[in-house]
Each structure stands twice: as structure tokens, then as C-alpha cells.
């Protein structure tokens, strides 16, 4: 059967355990949403560092767990329904993916993917030497660790309100059944250590990068149960699409508050037409509704951060500058800008009609011209893996 007849949820099953076998090859991943010029790994980052491999586990549905999104860093440490915390965190697996930060190589990471690779946000090894956490092991360049992981990145429930084309075709809830009580089992054997096993380290939780936090009855129990003072050293951050972040849910979960360090809100959109394509099953209304009184609490400093997020395809692209205006308006600290990957939704050659970037796409030019635009050389913006792109159009005018 070919790829493209399977139902989506199983075509992506399939690229996913593909491109897993390749990165434990040593190989770069085959598929992707970019063409085969731009998945270069050239990029020479001897003498940078990235810290996700030494603080950060990202939980996935099958108990998978990653040391970055796994879409940046396919290299799966292990599955914590068969390993200890510490089994994954000082495996083999993660030996070998620091291994390569530290000598420049960065091999198991998609160049063309991540964002801080993208935008030369990597710090240096000296920087990272003088790490309150794991700065010693990085001036030893130690490959086992003594601190565990601590940024724990809950993805492990897909659950959520919305439905967006760019993500899946079908909306996911499980709030009830073996998915639930999955969901729930593998984030409380996670957390045990750092929740009930007496941790006195500062630790982060980040819920979620795969749904939403208020649509998933997994999330919702814990963060209406967590009492932040018990745990004055762990902090959260949410990532929500911010129709569900209501008066009412932002109050049950009011122990917490004080923890809150983050929060990411998609919009994908500068208007309600075009995120009524972008983002369905939301609400527009709602959604400035519910930023406006977040800005209002980041302004008098209840919210330590606060960060709106968009991510571009053909849809959405000529919204761009007016994006940056909109999260300026309702009080974000920051607009940050991300390019739509290949998740499996729509066949390959399908997708790539999404992705004006690509040389060949008929709207390329008028992308380039959106990325001219002198507002993405503000500091409020953050380009992403999409800065290249900005790169790319200001010398092509240069040059003209």
C-alpha cells in the first residue's frame, strides 16, 4: 500500500519510526517538510551548545521520551514504561547525542529544523561552562550526568479543543478510556521523583506542546491539584491556543499561580478569516477575550512572561507584520514566528503547496517580500527557523 492511502495518524506512525531508525544510523532523517536544498548540515557549530540534551525530557503518548522536540532531535533516550529516569537520562543514547554538542558536530539534531540553529541563538561551550546545573560536566565534558533533567516537557496526551489542518484532521480528546489512564500513568511515573521523592532541585513543567493543557483531562487534574507552595522550587510553563484560558480555568488553577514562569499562546493569525482557516474549532472572540486579561496580568507582573506564536504556510503569511502589532497590542513580551513542518496531515506533495518558502511555490516571491518587511528587526520578534528566509530576501534586494 502506498504511504499516502494510509490514514494519517498511521502515515505519520510510519515516517516517524522511519526517521527514528535513521538517526540511530547516524543518518539524517529522510522525510521533512523542507526541499532537499535546504536540509543541509553544513552549518559549522564548533564551539556552540545547546542545553536541551542536559536539562530537558520530553514525555511522548507511548512513554517515549526525547531530550527536545522530537521533530528537532529524533534520537529517542528510551521509553519510561521499560527504563528508570536515570536508565534514559545516562544511556547510551544520551552519551552520544552530547557527545556531539560537544565536539561541534551536532549529527543527531535536524539542522534545518531547529529554530536555534536556524536563528544562531546557540550560546558557546564557555557560556555553558559556567552553568549553575551542569556547568562542571560541561567543563569536564562529562557525557553522564549527575543532575536529572530539569525541564520536563509533558506531550504525552494529544488531546485538544482545536482541530488545525496544519496538525491533525480529526479533533482528539481523551478524557476517558485507555488513552486517559495511559496519558495519566506515564506523567505521574515521571513526575514521582520530583513531586513525591523528596527532589529539592528547581525543575521546570511545560504542558503542552502536543494539544492543549485545558482540553486534556490529564493536565487539568494535575494542574488543579499541584499546590505551588509545597513545591516552591518547580515552575510551569503553559502552551495553550488560548481559547480554553478563561477566567474560570485560570482561577482553578490559582495554587499555582505563583509557579506560572511561562506562557505561549498560537494564534496563527492576525485576523478572524484567517484563523478561522488556520485555527479550527477556535473561537477569535474568545481568544483576545482571553490574551487582553492575560496582557493585563503581565503587566502588573502576576504573569512573569508571556509569548504569542504563529506559525506560517500559505494561509497565514501575508499576516505576518500585522501579527507582530497584534501581540505587541495585547501586552506579549515577544512574537515568535515558526515555520509549518510535515506532520503527516496532508501527502507530501500536497503539503509542500502549504510552503510558500519553497523556491518553486508560486507565491515564493510574494513571501519574500513579506519577510523584507524592517519590523522582523525588531527585538520584540523572534524569527525562528524562519530566519534564513529574512536573510535570504534582504540580500536578494542588495544584490538587485
Not at 551542569?134 to 520536563?152: C, H, I, M, S, Y
Not at 479543543?161 to 480529526?170: A, D, K, Q, V
Not at 510551569?236 to 511561562?262: C, D, I
Not at 513571501?367 to 540580500?395: C, K, S, W
Request: with cysteine; aromatic share 10%.
Amino acid at each position: 500500500m502506498e504511504l499516502r492511502k494510509l490514514p494519517t495518524r498511521a502515515r505519520w506512525w510510519v515516517r516517524r519510526q522511519f526517521d527514528l531508525l535513521r538517526s540511530r544510523l547516524g543518518l539524517q532523517p529522510a522525510r521533512g517538510s523542507e526541499s532537499s536544498g535546504d536540509r543541509s548540515r553544513e552549518i559549522d557549530l564548533k564551539g556552540r551548545f545547546c542545553s536541551n540534551p542536559f536539562r530537558q525530557l520530553d514525555l511522548e503518548p507511548n512513554g517515549a521520551a526525547f531530550a527536545c522536540c522530537s521533530s528537532w532531535l529524533p534520537t529517542t533516550m528510551g521509553n519510561i514504561r521499560h527504563k528508570s529516569l536515570d536508565e534514559m537520562w545516562n544511556g547510551h543514547a544520551m552519551q552520544k547525542v552530547r557527545e556531539s554538542i560537544y565536539d561541534g558536530s551536532f549529527r543527531y539534531c535536524r539542522h534545518d529544523r531547529c529554530p536555534v540553529i536556524k536563528d544562531g541563538r546557540l550560546p558557546s561551550l564557555e557560556e555553558a561552562e559556567q552553568h549553575p546545573v551542569f556547568g562542571q560536566a560541561v567543563k569536564e565534558r562529562r557525557t553522564k550526568l549527575d543532575n536529572p533533567p530539569v525541564f520536563l516537557n509533558l506531550v504525552n496526551d494529544r488531546s485538544c479543543n482545536l482541530y488545525c489542518p496544519s496538525c491533525r484532521t480529526e479533533r482528539i480528546v481523551h478524557n476517558e478510556g485507555e488513552e486517559y489512564e495511559q496519558a495519566a500513568e506515564l506523567q505521574a511515573r515521571l513526575l514521582e521523583p520530583y513531586l513525591e521523592g523528596g527532589y529539592q532541585g528547581a525543575f521546570e513543567l511545560s504542558i503542552t506542546g502536543s494539544g492543549d493543557p485545558f482540553a486534556s483531562r490529564a493536565y487539568r487534574e494535575l494542574l488543579y491539584s499541584l499546590d505551588g507552595e509545597q513545591y516552591p522550587n518547580m515552575k510551569v510553563a503553559l502552551q495553550t491556543n488560548g481559547v480554553l484560558l478563561t477566567p474560570r480555568n485560570w482561577e482553578r488553577m490559582k495554587k499555582l499561580h505563583g509557579n506560572v514562569s511561562t506562557i505561549l499562546i498560537s494564534f496563527d493569525a492576525a485576523t478572524e478569516e484567517t484563523y478561522n482557516i488556520t485555527r479550527r474549532g477556535g473561537h477569535w472572540a474568545t481568544l483576545l477575550d482571553n490574551c487582553g486579561r492575560m496582557g493585563e496580568l503581565r503587566q502588573r507582573g502576576e504573569v512573569k512572561y508571556m509569548r504569542f506564536d504563529f506559525v506560517a504556510q500559505i494561509d497565514n503569511f501575508r499576516e505576518m507584520p500585522a501579527f507582530v502589532d497584534l501581540a505587541r497590542k495585547l501586552g506579549a513580551d515577544h512574537a515568535y514566528f515558526s515555520k509549518m513542518l510535515d506532520w503527516g496531515t496532508w501527502p507530501h506533495e500536497e503539503y509542500l503547496e502549504k510552503c510558500p518558502w519553497e523556491t518553486a511555490h508560486p507565491e515564493h516571491e510574494a513571501f519574500m517580500e513579506v519577510m523584507r518587511n524592517p519590523i522582523f528587526d525588531d527585538p520584540f520578534v523572534i524569527l525562528g527557523n524562519l530566519h534564513d528566509y529574512r536573510t535570504q530576501a534582504l540580500a536578494a534586494t542588495e544584490g538587485a
